[in-house]
């Protein structure tokens, strides 16, 4: 049974990777960032048959990767996948956002997911793959309206450091990915956006599971077409 960990799989779009990769048969481990709060992925793993893990982690505290690095030793993680997301008020531009704001959510979106690749690469064998959540809100090609300014700076951070990783990755082989999913009715997305979580989280995991095959990092959407950076 193959195994994938999933940071930040509590709610939304991480756990409902979680649920659909447990449910093609996987072993699945998710975190959850306060270890004393009941949230769905529990729900998930009491009915899993034990396929289901529930580990913590809040990807914000560092201090808390060496514990969990520890917890996994000697673990094989097929796919490790990182959700993270976070935003500050969309409308605000640039100029008037607050130091606390920009750095909440730059930490959240961009340092703390590498921070985390970083410290449990080792566990992925050089057959898996490694990926993070980004947006095509982080392409600054298709950047044609503006808006969310601070979100899209920490999705195109991302991006870029997952290049330079991937860089450092060049001679392993190793499939990397960043993920672009759309529009999704989630916490994050708001009840406007387009798409639901059921029609689109198969796809995402198909894009995935596909991506093992093709060394070297890409950023796809939940189609499996390349995102232009």
């Known amino acids: ?36 709060a009941r949230t769905p992925l529990h729900d998930l793993a009491d009915a899993s048959d034990g396929r289901v893990e529930v580990e913590h982690l809040d990807i914000t505290e560092p201090d808390q990767l060496p514990p969990l690095r520890e917890r996994l030793a000697g673990r094989r993680l097929d796919v490790l996948f990182v959700n993270a ?17 920009f750095v909440d959510v730059m930490v959240t979106n961009a340092l703390s997911p590498m921070r985390v690749i970083e410290a449990l690469q080792d566990l992925v064998p050089a057959d ?50 960043l993920v672009a999913p759309g529009w999704i009715r989630t916490a994050l997305g708001g009840p406007d956006a387009p ?28 189609e499996g077409k390349t995102v232009p950076w």
Do not use: C
Request: net charge neutral; hydrophobic share 40%.
């Open 128 to 177: 898996g793959l490694i990926g993070a959540m980004s947006s095509g809100q982080g392409s600054i090609t298709n950047n044609t309206a503006g808006s969310r300014e601070v979100y899209r700076g920490s999705k195109a951070a991302l991006n870029m450091l997952m290049r330079s990783f991937a860089a450092r990755q060049a001679e392993t082989g190793r499939a990397l990915a």
């Open 1 to 36: 049974m193959e195994t994938a960990l999933i940071i930040g799989a509590s709610r939304g779009l991480g756990h409902a990777i979680a649920a659909e990769l447990s449910a093609r048969g996987w072993h699945v481990i998710g975190t959850v960032r306060d270890p004393a």
């Open 195 to 222: 798409f639901t979580m059921e029609e689109t989280v198969p796809k995402i995991v198909d894009v995935l599971l596909a991506k093992r095959d093709r060394p070297g990092l890409e950023f796809l959407d939940r």
């Open 85 to 101: 997301g976070t935003t500050n008020n969309p409308a605000t531009p640039i100029g008037e956002v607050s130091t606390a704001d």
